[in-house]
Nanobody, 124 residues
Framework: QVQLVESGGGLVQAGGSLTLSCAAS????????MGWFRQTPGKEREFVAVISWSGSRIFYADSVKGRFTISRDSAKNTVYLQMNSLKPEDTAVYYC?????????????????WGQGTQVTVSS
């Protein structure tokens, strides 16, 4: 049974930083495509970042490029999202997602497994 458990969310002032973690069980992050998405009330869940199974392909949404960094620790079987220079518009529930596929997709339906989400709130 696959489980993805996010942590690290919270309240931060604009310009601050947070690091989200996604601890995986039932799958291996180094052989899976791992992504981060986010969602605000009334809006669709949107792509934030993805790291391919090989780790060699990483993509970001334009809105976070240069500010967010996705990474993974194979020994801990955990994926991270380092978020710097946070803006109020980054406020959302952030979700970790995984798929056995090798293509680092940006669409929600390309991912088979999802975490429960962690709230990030950025105050102005």
């Amino acid at each position: 049974q696959v489980q993805l458990v996010e942590s690290g969310g919270g309240l931060v002032q604009a310009g601050g930083s947070l690091t989200l973690s996604c601890a995986a069980s039932g799958l291996t992050v180094s052989t899976s495509t791992m992504g981060w998405f986010r969602q605000t009330p009334g809006k669709e869940r949107e792509f934030v970042a993805v790291i391919s199974w090989s780790g060699s392909r990483i993509f970001y949404a334009d809105s976070v490029k240069g500010r967010f960094t996705i990474s993974r620790d194979s020994a801990k079987n955990t994926v991270y999202l380092q978020m710097n220079s946070l803006k109020p518009e980054d406020t959302a529930v952030y979700y970790c997602a995984a798929t056995p596929g090798i293509i680092p997709g940006r669409a929600r339906d390309e991912y088979r497994y999802w975490g429960q989400g962690t709230q990030v709130t950025v105050s102005s």
